[in-house]
């Protein structure tokens, strides 16, 4: 007979008070389960030790917890480092010393060694590498993610430990570029290939940036691209950069945008010279190179018959060749040299690019690949770049230099570089382009204007040839300087007017 409160016969009316399941025994008021849980609590008994509730133990009287045998904390000693009385962690050492310890890698080596079976001849190497390059608990978490690559089940090469070590994504890890250097300046091991994979993303981001209906065409044409470079690196002749190629499809993606969303066209062959000519308009102080890769493009699509007509044949990006940058005055000349010889709280990168810039006329990648074995102490030369011969570096010169030098051993690096950052200090790779391109903005001028401003000033009052031959540049580079200016010795005396004398001491 069902219930009237509940809708169900009398056995299934008997539900648990603490879960709510049916409940078979008409005399109970608890389910199975509850009645057991309640029947393990009403054994237990508060604990004398702890206070909890727990089963006591006969020969103890206390609970489990409280009757297993722990071992007890060693006294407070004195640390032999610091000297104050502390906790012992190892070596008659605190735990702040231990962690500080220089030879703690070099334990941990140990330790790793005697878990391998077949440990590699190169592992004290390794150690002695990344204790002698980065901080104690960094050395020791190398060490250690190294000990998981030579204890799992794949090989244990240097090339597969390597491949092993990378991260996915844009950047394989601090671990990763370890190895690397280590392998590579041992010579056990190939390089990787970041860079490719980077360059390839960074194209891949620009062509998925063009709109669906042109993005196939440009996809082809950054192929071909690449297959001409690769041709090129066979050949031994002079391949496209990756830069030279990022460029490109910027300005391919930049032109397609312009076609859908100004001129309302989705199709290449749609475009007209009308549409080139809007676009180049645009950024006109960069008509010439958008000029080359439209030119490079449509000569490619005209092959590929996706279109009929080039529309930039009859389109020229004529410029004069001469110099027209901008330049420093003489007293800005001057304002800069007092900051970079009398300023102590300037930055010694910003001197010295400054410096090499403003009197020896360095480029940035001349002083980015600058190497202490370039610098003679002797004669107070360095060597930059391409030129044929050493640059004598004058007093002021010497004296950034050097602070520079200082500056760098401070690092715990094995960097040859003289520029050593927080990324390179590590490794052996010179700063990146983009810290250089950098390292001048608290002082407001570009590397260029100042390098131009020096330049200029030579080529203006000695041989072009001659300081082409000095820089290691090709002599139509350093024509350009003398656009627009007249050498007075060559000019005619101006006629003497009538009634003039001449006088005579």
């Known amino acids: 007979?069902?219930?009237?409160?509940?809708?169900?016969?009398?056995?299934?009316?008997?539900?648990?008070?603490?879960?709510?399941?049916?409940?078979?025994?008409?005399?109970?008021?608890?389910?199975?389960?509850?009645?057991?849980?309640?029947?393990?609590?009403?054994?237990?008994?508060?604990?004398?030790?702890?206070?909890?509730?727990?089963?006591?133990?006969?020969?103890?009287?206390?609970?489990?917890?409280?009757?297993?045998?722990?071992?007890?904390?060693?006294?407070?000693?004195?640390?032999?480092?610091?000297?104050?009385?502390?906790?012992?962690?190892?070596?008659?050492?605190?735990?702040?010393?231990?962690?500080?310890?220089?030879?703690?890698?070099?334990?941990?080596?140990?330790?790793?060694?005697?878990?391998?079976?077949?440990?590699?001849?190169?592992?004290?190497?390794?150690?002695?590498?990344?204790?002698?390059?980065?901080?104690?608990?960094?050395?020791?978490?190398?060490?250690?993610?190294?000990?998981?690559?030579?204890?799992?089940?794949?090989?244990?090469?240097?090339?597969?430990?390597?491949?092993?070590?990378?991260?996915?994504?844009?950047?394989?890890?601090?671990?990763?570029?370890?190895?690397?250097?280590?392998?590579?300046?041992?010579g056990l091991a190939l390089p990787t290939d970041q860079a490719e994979r980077l360059a390839a993303g960074r194209r891949k981001r620009r062509i998925v940036a063009v709109?669906?209906?042109?993005?196939?065409?440009?996809?082809?044409?950054?192929?071909?691209?690449?297959?001409?470079?690769?041709?090129?690196?066979?050949?031994?002749?002079?391949?496209?950069?990756?830069?030279?190629?990022?460029?490109?499809?910027?300005?391919?993606?930049?032109?397609?945008?312009?076609?859908?969303?100004?001129?309302?066209?989705?199709?290449?062959?749609?475009?007209?010279?009308?549409?080139?000519?809007?676009?180049l308009a645009t950024l006109p102080k960069a008509r010439k190179r958008r000029l080359v890769v439209l030119r490079q493009f449509f000569r490619f699509a005209r092959s590929q018959h996706l279109i009929l007509v080039d529309p930039t044949r009859t389109l020229t990006a004529k410029e004069p060749n001469g110099f027209r940058g901008r330049t420093l005055t003489l007293d800005q000349q001057r304002e800069l040299f007092r900051r970079w010889t009398t300023d102590e709280r300037v930055h010694p990168h910003e001197a010295l690019m400054g410096m090499l810039a403003l009197l020896h006329g360095a480029s940035t990648s001349e002083v980015r690949m600058l190497q202490i074995t370039h610098i003679d102490s002797v004669a107070h030369t360095v060597k930059l770049g391409k030129r044929p011969h050493p640059v004598p570096l004058d007093p002021a010169s010497w004296t950034v230099v050097q602070r520079c030098l200082s500056h760098r051993e401070a690092w715990p690096t094995a960097n040859p570089h003289v520029m050593v950052t927080k990324g390179t200090k590590a490794g052996r790779s010179p700063a990146s382009t983009a810290y250089l391109s950098h390292v001048l903005d608290d002082c407001g001028y570009a590397p260029r204007m100042i390098r131009s401003t020096r330049l200029l000033d030579l080529v203006n009052t000695m041989d072009p040839k001659l300081v082409a031959a000095a820089f290691g540049m090709d002599p139509q580079a350093t024509l350009i300087y003398l656009a627009d200016r007249v050498d007075p010795g060559r000019l005619p005396a101006p006629p003497k007017t009538a009634g003039a004398t001449t006088h005579r001491t």
Not at 229 to 246: K, V
Request: glycine fraction near 8%.
């Open 211 to 279: 709109p669906d209906s042109l993005r196939s065409a440009v996809a082809a044409f950054d192929a071909s691209r690449m297959r001409a470079q690769d041709r090129a690196r066979r050949a031994s002749t002079r391949p496209r950069s990756d830069h030279t190629l990022e460029t490109a499809l910027a300005i391919l993606r930049d032109l397609a945008l312009f076609l859908t969303e100004h001129c309302g066209k989705d199709d290449w062959a749609l475009a007209d010279v009308h549409d080139i000519e809007a676009f």
């Open 1 to 186: 007979m069902l219930q009237e409160d509940t809708g169900r016969c009398i056995t299934c009316s008997r539900v648990c008070e603490q879960c709510g399941q049916p409940v078979r025994a008409a005399q109970s008021r608890l389910c199975g389960v509850c009645r057991r849980k309640a029947e393990r609590l009403a054994d237990q008994q508060p604990c004398p030790r702890c206070g909890k509730p727990g089963y006591l133990r006969e020969a103890t009287g206390w609970c489990g917890h409280c009757s297993r045998p722990r071992q007890d904390k060693q006294p407070p000693r004195t640390c032999r480092e610091c000297g104050q009385l502390r906790r012992h962690a190892g070596l008659g050492l605190c735990s702040a010393c231990w962690q500080k310890h220089p030879g703690r890698p070099f334990i941990r080596g140990e330790h790793l060694r005697d878990q391998l079976a077949n440990p590699p001849a190169w592992l004290d190497d390794f150690v002695g590498h990344v204790a002698a390059r980065f901080c104690v608990a960094r050395a020791c978490g190398l060490v250690t993610d190294l000990g998981r690559l030579l204890q799992d089940e794949h090989p244990n090469s240097p090339q597969a430990l390597l491949e092993r070590s990378r991260r996915p994504g844009r950047s394989m890890g601090p671990f990763a570029r370890t190895l690397e250097d280590f392998f590579t300046h041992r």
